[in-house]
């Protein structure tokens, strides 16, 4: 089956634009998270979605903020880009909301690139 | 909330077994262990899962001690293709990757 599918895989914004990413879990998944990955801070979590509910948030501006649709789709998006935004934007999809006190098997993507000018 | 630390960097030769050992000091009674891999411009991908004692799957095997405070992932034989990020992770409470260890395999 197909895997979960991110877009767009390349985007290039400038300062104080703002950007949209989508994510398409494995088809019957229905939890969403994201995730920041940069060289300096390394993969840093965003915000989880089960149920179209945000069930947990890093600790993130809240410039950064998602949204998940009734077919578990998610998008995420991001106001008044800075330069320090630019990352490998991952999305990740589980089947259920995670074990108690476990990740569970998390599926990723392969990421949206994101370039602020 | 449990924070994980585990080595920056790690270096092995092909054929060598690799042991990453993490330590998760303030681990909750109810938290699992989780490990995943990653390669370059790709997203991580879970290699094993586990609460006590030992777990093995096709890949690797993870053990942890009785006060699970630490647990350390064992990759057997290693080769070129094992060079990766490896991340541990404590819990559930919050998805934290971190840096991860990287593993560098050389022949």
């Known amino acids: 089956k197909a895997g979960v599918t991110q877009t767009p895989r390349y985007l290039i914004k400038t300062r104080g634009q703002q950007v949209t990413l989508s994510c398409s879990p494995i088809?019957?998944?229905?939890?969403v998270s994201w995730y920041q990955q940069t060289p300096g801070q390394g993969l840093q979590f965003l915000f989880e979605?089960?149920?179209?509910?945000?069930?947990n948030k890093g600790n993130f501006p809240g410039r950064f903020s998602g949204r998940q649709f009734s077919n578990s789709r998610s998008e995420m998006n991001v106001s008044t880009l800075e330069l320090g935004d630019s990352a490998l934007y991952l999305c990740?999809?589980?089947?259920?909301?995670?074990?108690?006190?476990?990740?569970?098997?998390?599926?990723f993507g392969e990421g949206s690139r994101l370039t602020v000018l | 909330l449990a924070k994980t630390t585990q080595p920056i960097s790690m270096d092995s030769y092909e054929g060598q077994e690799v042991n990453i050992t993490c330590s998760h000091n303030?681990?909750?009674?109810?938290?699992?262990i989780t490990w995943y891999q990653q390669f370059p411009s790709q997203g991580p991908r879970f290699i094993i899962q586990?609460?006590?004692t030992k777990v093995t799957n096709e890949v690797a095997s993870l053990f942890i001690p009785a006060d699970r405070k630490s647990s350390t992932l064992s990759l057997p034989r290693v080769s070129l293709s094992d060079t990766a990020v490896y991340y541990c992770?404590?819990?559930?409470?919050?998805?934290?990757f971190g840096k991860g260890t990287m593993l560098l395999v050389s022949p």
């Open positions: 990740a999809s589980s089947f259920n909301y995670r074990l108690a006190g476990g990740t569970g098997e998390l599926f």
């Open positions: 088809s019957g998944h229905r939890s």
């Open positions: 979605y089960f149920s179209e509910t945000q069930r």
């Open positions: 303030n681990i909750a009674t109810n938290d699992y």
């Open positions: 586990g609460y006590k």
């Open positions: 992770l404590a819990g559930y409470s919050t998805l934290t």
